[in-house]
Structure formats: structure tokens, C-alpha cells
């Protein structure tokens, strides 16, 4: 039988974490007075999702974002954002470069900039220096065991960030449809269920309308050029089903029940957050990530609905 695709329930799942900054090591109280921030968070999609906690939790009375260029679109707090390759940031600290004179007027211009970007390039470091940087890992470190959105807030909390809810949220003013969307691809093909599966899937749905980024092979699907505009039209969904990819994050930061499928990345880490979320990985008995069982999907669907 098909699953009867429900119009979901809300629920309050609201945690607030970092409520005290002054215990992470490096507390800055600084920041926490600064009226103009800047915020440089390179990655993908799904990491700048991830992100988006910490980097809300970092505004001060005037905020930029620089980032990927189709991220700049889900910077919705920011007052303005631009791309990274469109400020010249990647000129400088090369050694015989010199870099724009707009670039240094413009960093000059911020009392705070937090950058997620050159943590691991000493030249860019020291080319930095003379403005006010602080710089980030990009990553968790190995063996880290919370969620990325903990990594990402614990950072902010030791700049001076006092607390945030640590469930990325992008707000879409829409309605529900009777729709569920299929995403089924990822920015590695190992991460990737079968697209014949997802087929499969697909005939247990009653309406099932297909996603595909810009250069993913897929006839007939929807694509967005904006990234925001894409957030929305997930967001009036009334399912999600894709892989470990970062549009699997932009539907669960918009509110939309979601169900991920994981291969090699560990979900405790980067699985997508919200209220409504479900993530399978191949259990024992399945041989590998591809052998998941169609019933144990349709299960995790129901259960998010």
C-alpha cells in the first residue's frame, strides 16, 4: 500500500546551549560589544547550515557574511553578504600578489571578523594580522563525537557569544503541499543510494516531485539557481527523502520532515537537524549502504509525518 502522506505536527524542540561563554578557554568580551562583524565561513551548503547557529549567535549591530557564492542567498540574518571570490580574500597573502586596495579598506572597516577561512595558511595569517581576525577550524577535530552545530557554537561561545538554539533554522513563510520531494544525490557519489532504489521508492509515494542541483543528471526534475528560493519550495513539502548531501540539511532547517540516507559519514556528527528528522544506515544483515531495506524507509517516512 502507498504511504499516506500526512500534514505534520508541530513541536517544540528548542535547546539552548553556550548560555555561558565565559567557561569556554579564550573567552573574548569583545566581541559580544562590536558593532560591525564581519563572518568568513567557506563550504559547501551543508556546512554552512551547520554553521548557521553559531554564526547567528555572532551578529553585532552591523553583520556581513562572506561565504560560497549560492550560501550568500541562506545568510538571512546578515545585513548583507557577498561571495568570498567576489572580495579578492583570496589574494591575499600570496607571495608576489598584491591584493586589492578595496579589500584592505574593506577589512579595515570591521571592529570583529571571525573567519572560518586561511585558519591553516600562515601566509594568509600573517598578511591578516594587521587586521582584527580570529580564526576558526573549519572542521571538527578527529574523534569528535557531538553534533558539528555543538563544534560550531562551542566556537562561538569561546569569541563571546552567549547561547543559541542549536538546530539550524531558515524561515519560509509557505504552505504544506501534497507533495514529497526526492533529492538523490550528494556531493560524493558514495555517499549516494541507488538512484533505481529511490525509483522504487518513489512508486510507494502517492506524489513524488524530483530535486536536482545545476550539473546532476536528471530529466524532469526541479532546480533552483537560489538557494533560498529552493529552501522555500522544500519547505512547503510535506516529506523529504535524500542522502548525506547539503540539501538534505536545507529541508530540515526549513522544517520539513526529512529522512537521510547514510553511508560512510557518522550521523551523530553530520546528520541533519530538526524536529522532524530520520536517519537510516545500513544495519546488520544488509550487506552495504546500497541493500538498505525499501520497508525500513517507508517506516522512517511514517515516522516522521
Not at 513524488?208 to 519547505?235: I, S
Request: proline residues 8%; charged residues 20%.
Amino acid at each position: 500500500m502507498p504511504v499516506t502522506i500526512r500534514t505534520p505536527k508541530r513541536s517544540a524542540y528548542i535547546v539552548s546551549i553556550c548560555r555561558d561563554g565565559s567557561e569556554f578557554r579564550g573567552y573574548d568580551e569583545s566581541l559580544a560589544n562590536a558593532s560591525r562583524v564581519l563572518l568568513i565561513r567557506p563550504g559547501a551548503i551543508g556546512d554552512f547550515i551547520v554553521s548557521l547557529p553559531a554564526l547567528e549567535s555572532l551578529r553585532g549591530g552591523y553583520t556581513e557574511v562572506w561565504s560560497a557564492g549560492p550560501n550568500c542567498a541562506l545568510a538571512r540574518f546578515a545585513d548583507h553578504a557577498r561571495s568570498i571570490a567576489s572580495t579578492g580574500l583570496d589574494l591575499l597573502g600570496i607571495e608576489g600578489v598584491e591584493a586589492p586596495d578595496s579589500l584592505l579598506k574593506t577589512l579595515s572597516s570591521f571592529d570583529t571578523i571571525v573567519s572560518w577561512y586561511g585558519a591553516n595558511r600562515p601566509e594568509f595569517r600573517s598578511a591578516s594580522a594587521p587586521f582584527p581576525f580570529h580564526f576558526l577550524q573549519a572542521l571538527p577535530p578527529a574523534g569528535y563525537t557531538r553534533h558539528a552545530t555543538n563544534f560550531y557554537l562551542e566556537q562561538a561561545c569561546s569569541l563571546g557569544a552567549r547561547g543559541a538554539d542549536p538546530v539550524p533554522r531558515i524561515r519560509c513563510d509557505v504552505q504544506r503541499e501534497d507533495f514529497a520531494v526526492i533529492h538523490p544525490f550528494s556531493g560524493n557519489p558514495a555517499k549516494n543510494w541507488p538512484l533505481p532504489r529511490f525509483r522504487e521508492l518513489a512508486g510507494w509515494l502517492p506524489r513524488v516531485l524530483w530535486c536536482a542541483g545545476p550539473e546532476e543528471d536528471l530529466p524532469g526534475a526541479v532546480r533552483f539557481d537560489d538557494l533560498y528560493v529552493l529552501a522555500c519550495w522544500l519547505a512547503s513539502a510535506r516529506v523529504y527523502i535524500g542522502n548525506d548531501s547539503g540539501i538534505s540539511h536545507l529541508a530540515a532547517a526549513v522544517g520539513t520532515p526529512t529522512v537521510a540516507l547514510f553511508g560512510p559519514s557518522n550521523p551523530a556528527v553530520w546528520e541533519p537537524r530538526g524536529e522532524r528528522v530520520r536517519v537510516i544506515r545500513a544495519e546488520p544483515g544488509e550487506a552495504a549502504f546500497e541493500d538498505i531495506a525499501l520497508r525500513r524507509v517507508l517506516d522512517a517516512i511514517e515516522s516522521v509525518l
